[in-house]
């Protein structure tokens, strides 16, 4: 952190290679979903001009499967980083589930309810946190199965009975919505249009959040940085 | 004066009236004229390639057909003296049925869509062999199509396209269609049921009622029909389930070398599933998706392939798609729950700090 951002009120939050990872993550999945729901649904006119504005099923195929093994590189990319970078493997270990999130998570469902008067006090990272970028990864790596399993239809039905390629198709299907759902209703809300940040938080961009919201959001990140004497 | 005006009345009445008279008489004598040679039963043709056509012509020739009442030199009306000495032109029926005709004669415009189709225009570009009107309806007698005694009544027509096209006849004679229309099963297709009557065109015809885009459409005139296929026992659902697979929205976008309904099921020589000789009989699953897919093994035979999610009797991919929608539904509910629940906090810790 550098004296002008602390001079501003700033804290680093997102790094800028998070902030490349995020970014490309966003456009793939975004590209990934419209043109993936153009295909679940296509009687839908909306779905219909997609596919044709992307030049057929055919090509909408190919962009598809471009962007799926783009969001793949990505993903291992994100992989080795977060196992052998120093920053990696410091964030990882702030990401791990531990009990605390649980109670966390029960605590803020007591709060919210007017049972108890403590809001929990989050780290960098609070349960809302984990639970998306765990259900992101998971998501992902799920949905690239039964993606690679339909891709090579011809490999897969080799080993699988054409009823298993069914069921990968339907899973493919249902898991995108699901994803969607979570990124599109969830990750937005939390992180942008929550009142705290509404409309939007700045550290997808410029990677930096105000310390009065990192003192307001994530009290616990903010005494740590306190006592290293970072701020 | 007098006379001579009177005189003139009847030569003009005359003028009006006798020619009709005279057609009579020469329609009688012309029939008996002709019949001089084309009564004897005898009176044959060996033609060039060996086969002998049949010149015997007698008065009830005509008789029971739509043109009982015509004679010969209505239709044969290149013959202006007997014996002809030149070989009789093909009859042209447009003489006759062409769009207000004075001889009441019946005029669709199906002479039109003859002529675009792959038939006229065969004629067009000299195809000798290529059918004419009375190829198909028959010469003398020509009965309306609905009369069962018709050559292009739905139960004789493809005998009568088998004429020309005599391998396809052999084969759809074989297929459910052909054993159903033998049957006298009324719904059943004959040729013209899937290719149509006079708009008859090329395969690779856009235009095709059997283009490989709209074969699907074709085959659910019929097979989408819970009314028509109700009686026979058959599902319905095919045409749907088709049309939701990646095969079906392929060809529904264009797509003209994925799989419609004949790549699989057959062309004219359909048959049902438990028949051996069948595309889709289990065995023959392999090597018929093989066309397309290179390899393909029995696992393409395991599990239905017309499968409808929405559907119970698909059985585990009906539970999977019910269990992902209520689980989606539910991640939904719980979320939006959440969102609320952290509004409703967040304000009231809000108040509570003023």
């Not at chain 1, 992307?54 to 590189?73: D, F, S, T």
């Not at chain 1, 080799?158 to 493919?172: N, Q, V």
């Not at chain 2, 595309?279 to 395991?302: D, E, I, L, Q, W």
Request: charged residues 20%; proline residues 4%; positive net charge.
């Amino acid at each position: 952190m550098s004296r002008a951002d602390l001079s501003a009120g700033k804290v680093i939050r997102m790094s800028l290679l998070f902030r490349i990872q995020h970014l490309i993550l966003t456009v793939l999945l975004t590209l990934l979903a419209i043109t993936g729901f153009a295909l679940m649904y296509h009687e839908n006119s909306l779905a219909r001009w997609i596919i044709e504005f992307e030049g057929g099923v055919h090509n909408r195929g190919i962009v598809h499967r471009i962007a799926a093994v783009l969001l793949l590189a990505n993903l291992v990319y994100h992989v080795f980083y977060m196992l052998f970078s120093r920053e990696g493997k410091t964030e990882l270990r702030l990401l791990f589930i531990v009990r605390q999130d649980i109670n966390d998570f029960l605590q803020s469902l007591r709060y919210n309810l007017g049972m108890s008067k403590e809001y929990p006090r989050f780290g960098k990272y609070g349960y809302k946190e984990k639970f998306q970028y765990w259900g992101a990864s998971g998501g992902i790596i799920l949905i690239s199965i039964t993606g690679m399993m339909l891709w090579a239809e011809g490999f897969s039905m080799r080993f699988f009975p054409k009823f298993i390629l069914d069921l990968a198709l339907i899973i493919h299907g249902y898991q995108g919505l699901l994803g969607f759902v979570l990124l599109y209703l969830w990750h937005i809300y939390n992180v942008h249009l929550h009142p705290s940040s509404f409309p939007m938080n700045p550290s997808w961009i410029t990677g930096k959040v105000s310390v009065e919201w990192l003192r307001e959001e994530h009290p616990l990140e903010y005494e740590k940085l306190k006592e290293e004497g970072l701020l | 004066m007098r006379k001579v005006a009177f005189a003139a009345v009847l030569v003009l009445l005359g003028g009006a009236f006798l020619p009709g008279l005279a057609r009579d008489a020469s329609a009688s004598i012309s029939l008996e004229k002709c019949t001089l040679c084309h009564g004897k039963p005898e009176f044959r043709k060996l033609l060039v390639d060996g086969q002998i056509r049949d010149l015997f012509v007698i008065g009830d020739t005509l008789a029971g057909s739509v043109h009982a009442k015509k004679v010969c030199t209505d239709c044969h009306f290149d013959v202006s003296e007997i014996p002809h000495r030149e070989h009789p032109k093909r009859v042209t029926c447009t003489h006759c049925h062409y769009k207000g005709n004075h001889e009441g004669a019946p005029q669709s415009d199906n002479v039109l869509a003859y002529f675009d189709s792959i038939h006229g225009q065969a004629i067009a570009r000299g195809n000798t062999k290529a059918p004419l009107c009375q190829d198909c309806h028959g010469n003398h007698r020509i009965l309306k199509a609905k009369d069962p005694g018709s050559r292009v009544a739905r139960v004789n027509v493809a005998e009568t396209c088998g004429k020309c096209h005599m391998e396809i006849y052999a084969q759809f004679k074989g297929s459910i269609h052909g054993t159903a229309l033998a049957k006298g099963i009324e719904e059943v297709p004959s040729c013209t049921g899937c290719h149509g009557e006079h708009r008859i065109y090329a395969r690779k015809d856009p235009k095709s009622t059997v283009y490989s885009t709209h074969v699907s459409e074709q085959c659910s005139t019929c097979h989408g029909s819970i009314k028509i296929m109700g009686k026979f026992g058959i599902e319905t659902e095919q045409v749907a389930t088709y049309k939701e697979s990646f095969h079906g929205v392929a060809n529904q976008f264009g797509s003209r070398t994925v799989a419609n309904c004949s790549s699989c099921h057959g062309v004219h020589d359909i048959r049902p599933p438990d028949d051996p000789l069948s595309m889709v009989n289990p065995k023959n699953v392999p090597k018929t998706c093989g066309k397309c897919h290179p390899g393909a093994n029995p696992n393409f035979a395991v599990g239905k392939i017309h499968v409808d999610a929405k559907n119970k009797e698909s059985g585990i991919i009906y539970w999977t798609a019910t269990f992902f929608k209520w689980l989606t539904i539910g991640t939904m509910l719980a979320l939006v729950a959440h969102i609320f629940l952290d509004m409703y906090g967040r304000t009231r810790r809000l108040r509570g700090e003023r």
